[in-house]
């Protein structure tokens, strides 16, 4: 990234969730991350996972343009809907903080540039 | 994405470096992402970052457009001189295979769609 962009903010989420509601809390997070990144400037990527063999692990790997845009992410009404609807569905939640070293990705839909 | 879109490979990896060698190896990391993003069509991200307050603790978030691409990109020039050059450096590997539920990402420059 050119030198003038603003830091991104990286958080990584570690969740377990209760396997019994997986299905549904599966639906509030795709619901909450595509409203995200859609509707949100400062929202750059939201990319969620579950580790292989153990699917009720969820990972959630987010960026964000800056500081401003997180906090405003956090009060976003798709944000919200997702906190409180799936609230007795998440067992623990980690959040980690990080600071970017390299950030790259394909232009979407796009060849590579050479 | 789409369904007819083939299914993409995720890996997590966590390393420890060694603090004295850190400088080093994220340029290593660095030259090796640049160049597996924009040479490897079926590279399409890597988010390298360091867990804030541990720098020491490295972080990559891996998309692959499918099994051949990732076995391709371990093959990779860039990726084995990476590999082989921060050998020394590593004082940890965990790779955790992981599944994705949803992934997004603006359109690289653009504005958000709506």
Redesign the interface.
């Known amino acids: 990234m050119a030198e003038t962009e603003p830091h991104p903010i990286?958080r990584?989420a570690e969740l377990e969730i209760d396997p019994a509601q997986l299905d549904a809390y599966?639906a509030f997070?795709?619901e909450e991350?595509?409203a995200?990144?859609?509707?949100?400037?400062g929202?750059?990527?939201?990319?969620?996972?579950?580790?292989?063999?153990d699917?009720a692990q969820?990972?959630i790997?987010e960026?964000y343009a800056d500081q401003v845009a997180y906090e405003a992410h956090l009060k976003a009404p798709h944000f919200l809907k997702y906190k409180n609807g799936t609230a007795a569905m998440v067992r623990s939640l980690r959040l980690?903080?990080?600071?970017?070293?390299?950030?790259?990705?394909?232009?979407?839909?796009g060849?590579?540039?050479?």
């Open positions: 990286i990584m599966k997070l795709t991350i595509e995200s990144v859609r509707l949100e400037p929202v750059l990527s939201l990319n969620a996972v579950s580790v292989k063999g699917p969820i990972r790997f960026v980690i903080e990080a600071d970017p070293i390299v950030l790259r990705a394909k232009s979407a839909g060849p590579p540039s050479q």
